[in-house]
């Protein structure tokens, strides 16, 4: 789980003027920051790190960053665990050319966009359903390009791409997507 602090020289809410970090930590604590900190500037910066570096060189800034960050820059606590998720989480992954076989015990990962019509979503799992093929992750995001209303699909299906059910549940699942990406397959452990 990510866990994110408030980082200061020192350790109080006073005189704070902007509090630093990557733009996605700023998010993650939006509604922490609006209730305590309300009309402090929001300043994005490359990294935690980074802002946790700045704030370590500012009376007036503050950082979001972890216990490590405030231990390397001698930074003080003002309010632990400040996300707005308890069960926060960021994934990270290593996309390249070598594709691992399978194991008997792997997962594959899948961006996919349907039209926007009615029933487009229950249609496109059909083919797992049908497949006995299980998702363990779905989630939404709005595409960033387009309209209102499309959105990409962030998929985690049991099995390898190369495993005969995964295989043919991929293969008419592509038939209802107007947009389908396989970002492969990887043990389960991993």
């Given at each position: ?29 939006h ?30 800034l ?5 216990d ?47 039209p ?50 995964v295989?043919?549940?991929?293969a ?19």
């Open positions: 789980d990510v866990r994110h602090n408030l980082l200061r020289k020192k350790g109080s809410l006073e005189g704070i003027h902007a509090v630093c970090a990557h733009p996605q930590a700023l998010a993650q604590c509604a922490w920051l609006a209730e305590h900190l309300p009309g402090v500037e929001q300043r994005a910066v490359s990294s935690n790190a980074e802002g946790a570096r700045m704030a370590a060189h500012s009376d007036t503050a950082a979001i960053a972890g490590a960050a405030a231990a390397q820059y001698a930074l003080q606590v003002v309010h632990g665990n400040i996300q707005d998720d308890p069960n926060n989480r960021t994934r990270f992954g290593v996309l390249g050319h070598w594709r691992p076989g399978p194991t008997g015990k792997d997962r594959s990962s899948l961006i996919l966009s349907v926007n019509k009615a029933g487009a979503v229950f249609e496109m799992l059909q083919p797992l359903a049908r497949n006995g093929v299980s998702m363990s992750r779905f989630e939404s995001r709005p595409a960033r390009s387009g309209g209102n209303w499309e959105y990409y699909f962030y998929i985690d299906i049991e099995g390898h791409q190369t495993d005969a059910k295989a043919q549940a991929l008419e699942l592509r038939d209802h997507c107007a947009f389908y990406k396989c970002l492969g397959s990887y043990p389960q452990a991993a």
